[in-house]
């Protein structure tokens, strides 16, 4: 596991971000949560992470493991974070495709 430290840098703006690099953007804040013992800004930061890209299955397992254990929102955050895992997968594989294919 990649380990970086805590950064008081604001997130980017989502807006001006290809979808490859709001994913990378969103990881790194997810790397700071995980180093930081605070759960409300471990959750903040989870937040910001999948503001930036949905497609940020961590974000969702950070929030799951904040929601009452056995609740439907803890379900539905391990949901979430599966299918944005998969969605990640399969655009990653999509352009991987396109790429071969010539067609980027």
């Known amino acids: 596991m990649r380990r970086k430290p805590p950064k008081a ?11 490859d690099a709001a994913l990378g953007a969103a990881q ?32 969702y397992v950070v929030l799951a493991g904040h929601a009452r254990r056995g609740s439907d929102e803890e379900l539905e955050l391990w949901r979430r974070g599966l299918e944005a895992g998969q969605a990640a ?15 980027l």
């Open 28 to 59: 790194d804040l997810i790397y700071d949560a995980w180093e930081i013992t605070s759960a409300k800004r471990r959750i903040a930061l989870a937040r910001e992470a999948l503001a930036l890209s949905p497609l940020g299955a961590d974000g």
């Open 9 to 19: 840098a604001a997130a980017p703006d989502p807006a001006t971000l290809s979808r």
């Open 89 to 103: 997968r399969l655009a990653g594989q999509a352009e991987a495709f396109t790429r071969a294919a010539g067609l």
